[in-house]
């Protein structure tokens, strides 16, 4: 169960940066994380925020690339500080996104994208609105439960729970701006960079990059 933060509002000039803050969420096993690391491959513009976690890493993984990999109480100094823009509780792990290093890339008119479950988005939507949100579905639950068996890593209850969850996690893609169907990879792969190539030429982003175009086009 995702809580809020007590965070103070956004600085206003952090509402008028040219960077687009992407928000990607799924439900487990459906395949998200392979997908965005072909789109952020893809995307030059495009930067994967790193999260905060109190999970231990998971063969392969690397403190500062896979994620921040961090204490209970280093993460809960966290929250009182005000340095997460969102966090929640998963599956008894507690994961965060630092709202600094969102910031810095936005302010260099970088987009920034955010891989996170429904809970951190609604909770980073409610202090950005402009941010887009994206939710990915599997092509049917079948897919979904073999996916989940097929990592080997869980028992079946754990699995049967995680299957579960997975569903309830899919009843709020309504709260998302895209929804994505991942059944055919490079099809998915491609309505991704199209979301995110659209975002950039937003009025709002391009006027931030066009002002002295702008200025000179209208200024009598």
Avoid at 69 to 84: H, N
Avoid at 155 to 169: F, G, T
Wanted: proline share 3%; net charge negative.
């Amino acid at each position: 169960m995702a809580n809020s933060a007590i965070l103070d509002p956004y600085p206003q000039q952090e509402s008028a940066m040219a960077g687009t803050l992407y928000i990607i969420s799924a439900a487990s096993g459906t395949g998200k994380t392979s997908l965005v690391q072909q789109l952020i491959l893809q995307q030059s513009n495009l930067y994967l925020s790193i999260s905060h976690t109190t999970r231990s890493p998971r063969a392969g993984e690397v403190d500062g690339e896979s994620y921040h990999f961090v204490s209970v109480d280093t993460f809960r100094q966290k929250i009182e500080s005000g340095d997460f823009i969102e966090y929640a509780e998963v599956f008894g792990n507690w994961y965060g996104t630092c709202r600094s290093e969102v910031h810095k890339f936005l302010s260099k008119d970088q987009d920034v994208l955010l891989e996170i479950d429904w809970q951190g988005a609604a909770q980073i939507k409610s202090l950005l609105p402009d941010a887009i949100g994206i939710f990915l579905l599997p092509p049917s639950r079948q897919s979904l439960e073999q996916r989940l068996k097929n990592r080997g890593k869980d028992r079946p209850e754990v699995i049967e729970k995680r299957l579960a969850q997975s569903v309830e996690d899919m009843r709020h893609y309504q709260k998302f701006d895209y929804l994505v169907l991942n059944d055919q990879f490079d099809q998915a792969l491609a309505e991704l960079k199209l979301i995110t190539q659209c975002g950039r030429l937003r009025t709002a982003c391009q006027e931030i990059r066009l002002t002295q175009t702008l200025k000179n086009l209208l200024d009598r």
